[in-house]
């Protein structure tokens, strides 16, 4: 048992116990280091200003992560290595070919949101990115500049990318250093510290964390805290005592099991999207509208489940695929079908003490279709108005088998249009069915209006969304051109 966390702020070993179990990354690297190129912005996870770049040893592997530090907490940082933009000048003081790309490109004005866009940028060309502008906007959406319409940006990390690859840079000499030194930070030791700010503990083990959970059933357990961490910064709460969930190894698991995919419930979805996108491959488009990079990148999959958001985007898709919850409370485990996590807005079907283990998504069937659609005001690294997720099986006959059309933002929890499935099984996939499902939907739920839309438009667009799908899977020869109801007074708003 350790009392301290330690971790590297570029070349210097760091070793930390006086600290709160609230304090962030960026408060720590600006008001305790001096280091005041990682900037506040929004203090949400939003802008991208505070992004910074932290590197950690997996599986033999290093991992190059961007990640917003306004909302990791320092404790976070255990057995990893941290760079900010202070740290990217080689040793002949030359700037690094990001920086430099940067300049030549004139891809900062201001110059407020330019240390994160060049974290960003950093981990993008570490982890393999390539010169394609599309995953380029991916790979910098969690970043927003109100200067330079983006395009010099894009511009320099073309140019920096092709320097990189021809002549390497500073990260590619360090690399085996970086390993060594990481290498030594992995004892394997649970985490403990207790002083007048509060109490922070990082379990080894979901053993340790069970029986940890369970002597202190008042503590937060926090996960990648892309969630938690707006309780501090905008509700400026307190915790006397966190729970790390990330640093429980064996939670980290991520398989594919006997009829399944099995997600451990400390994997992100940065390390998650690659088996999804092979499982779920017609909802690929959708995972990775979650959020952003950086939140990605902290962001657990099953942590999107635990804080039971009624918008949460995660949810809705693993419903329709049939999901099971695995959950512990000490040293007794039951599993959960996921839909029937979610009792009513802010209840789930969790008893104190218990926690989310992983979730099993079933392979799905030969016979059936699936597609996911996220809708709402921005493309990129915005909250959903609404979230559809539909699985749909038809036999050999073209007959409906299973119907599963799930929804978030449509009701208190996300949850099922059972009527809408009811008016589809038994019947063929045809204009009958759809038109049948269109009329159901409306019985389902009852919206309600707030600043992401009202309850017309949700209404209006499930059944829209509905028709999308149909168009999208329908047999051929059973789609007609349809108007989409409401249409006109959409394009008009």
Not at 53 to 66: A, D, H, K, P
Not at 72 to 88: P, S
Request: a negative charge; hydrophobic letters at 40%; glycine letters at 8%.
């Amino acid at each position: 048992m350790r009392h301290h966390i330690r971790f590297y702020l570029g070349q210097t070993l760091h070793e930390v116990s006086d600290l709160s179990p609230t304090h962030t990354v960026l408060d720590w690297l600006r008001d305790q280091k001096g280091l005041t190129g990682t900037k506040e912005g929004c203090n949400e996870g939003d802008c991208g200003a505070c992004t910074v770049m932290v590197v950690r040893l997996e599986n033999g592997q290093l991992t190059w992560r961007s990640v917003n530090a306004c909302i990791q907490f320092l404790w976070m940082l255990d057995g990893a290595q941290l760079f900010t933009v202070e740290h990217l000048q080689n040793p002949d003081g030359s700037l690094h070919p990001v920086q430099q790309a940067m300049v030549d490109m004139h891809g900062s004005q201001c110059g407020f949101c330019t240390p994160g866009f060049v974290m960003s940028m950093v981990a993008y060309v570490q982890n393999g990115g390539g010169d394609d502008p599309k995953a380029i906007n991916t790979a910098l959406a969690g970043n927003l500049c109100r200067c330079t319409g983006y395009a010099p940006i894009i511009r320099a990390m073309q140019q920096a990318r092709r320097i990189m690859v021809q002549q390497g840079n500073r990260f590619d000499v360090e690399k085996q250093d970086i390993i060594l030194r990481l290498s030594a930070l992995q004892d394997g030791s649970s985490v403990d510290i207790q002083n007048t700010h509060g109490r922070i503990t990082l379990p080894a083990n979901s053993d340790v964390l069970a029986a940890v959970y369970q002597e202190n059933p008042k503590a937060t357990l926090v996960a990648g805290a892309t969630d938690v961490g707006l309780w501090i910064t905008k509700h400026l709460r307190d915790l006397p005592h966190v729970i790390a969930v990330r640093s429980a190894k064996d939670l980290h698991k991520l398989e594919q099991r006997d009829g399944g995919l099995w997600i451990g419930a400390a994997v992100t979805y940065t390390q998650a999207l690659p088996a999804l996108a092979t499982h779920l491959p017609d909802a690929l488009e959708t995972i990775k509208r979650i959020g952003s990079t950086q939140v990605r990148n902290a962001a657990t999959v099953c942590g999107n489940i635990g804080n039971a958001s009624p918008i949460g985007d995660g949810p809705p898709l693993f419903i329709a695929a049939g999901a099971v919850l695995h959950l512990r409370q000490g040293d007794t485990r039951r599993q959960l079908s996921l839909e029937n996590y979610f009792v009513e807005y802010g209840k789930q079907d969790r008893q104190p003490t218990e926690f989310i283990e992983g979730i099993f998504i079933p392979d799905q069937s030969a016979q059936t279709v699936m597609r996911a659609y996220k809708v709402s005001k921005r493309f990129d690294q915005d909250i959903s108005a609404i979230m559809a997720a539909f699985a749909v099986s038809i036999n050999a006959d073209g007959e409906i088998t299973e119907a599963r059309l799930v929804f978030g933002g449509m009701a208190g929890i996300p949850c099922r249009a059972k009527m809408a499935e009811k008016a589809l099984v038994g019947q063929k996939w045809d204009m009958a069915a759809l038109e049948a499902a269109r009329k159901a939907i409306q019985d389902d739920f009852t919206p309600l209006t707030d600043m992401r839309g009202s309850a017309w438009y949700r209404s209006t667009v499930s059944a829209n969304l509905l028709t999308r799908f149909f168009e999208e899977t329908a047999p051929q020869g059973s789609a007609q051109p349809i108007c989409l109801e409401g249409w006109r007074e959409i394009s008009h708003a």
